[in-house]
């Protein structure tokens, strides 16, 4: 059985056609699938993207990728803001013991996690005209889209 970062690297070689291409990517380590750091003073940007029934995952998956590598590749410098995201695949369970409340059915959608160094050059990203194109494209896919902004209040991990 194959782990989804093999099946990623194979799509990636289909997809990007050229050797040289993909051996860059394998060079560079993959980021996307390495951990991220998350400075204390940043701001998180929580966006639940609503999914429209039968929208296919595919076309999903690669809309998102292509506006999240405009983030990444336009805004992941000291000017543009941009320190780390993750992209969630709702996975169909709610938590009895962390919820409060209705437990409804969720519906398909994923969750965008983005790490700024502030919320305005999270705002000047957005009103990037080549973000607002590929944001477009996904919004193709979505009944609604809701960005919330969190500043950070506690992080932490195990000690060792």
């Not at 999240?68 to 009895?96: M, P, R």
């Not at 059915?105 to 957005?126: C, M, N, P, R």
């Amino acid at each position: 059985m194959f782990c989804k970062a093999e099946i990623l690297h194979a799509l990636l070689k289909i997809f990007l056609g050229h050797t040289t291409l993909y051996s860059y990517y394998l060079m560079k380590g993959a980021p996307m699938f390495h951990p991220i750091e998350i400075p204390y003073e940043s701001v998180m940007l929580f966006n639940l993207v609503r999914l429209k029934p039968g929208a296919d995952m595919d076309d999903v998956e690669m809309a998102m990728g292509e506006m999240c590598n405009v983030v990444k590749d336009t805004f992941g410098n000291e000017q543009g803001g941009f320190i780390a995201g993750q992209v969630f695949k709702y996975a169909g369970f709610i938590s009895n013991e962390g919820s409060v409340g209705d437990k409804d059915s969720e519906g398909e959608h994923l969750a965008i996690v983005t790490y700024w160094k502030s919320f305005d050059q999270h705002e000047a990203s957005h009103a990037d005209h080549i973000f607002k194109e590929k944001f477009g494209a996904l919004a193709e896919f979505c009944t609604e889209t809701k960005e919330l902004g969190y500043e950070l209040l506690w992080q932490g991990k195990p000690e060792s």
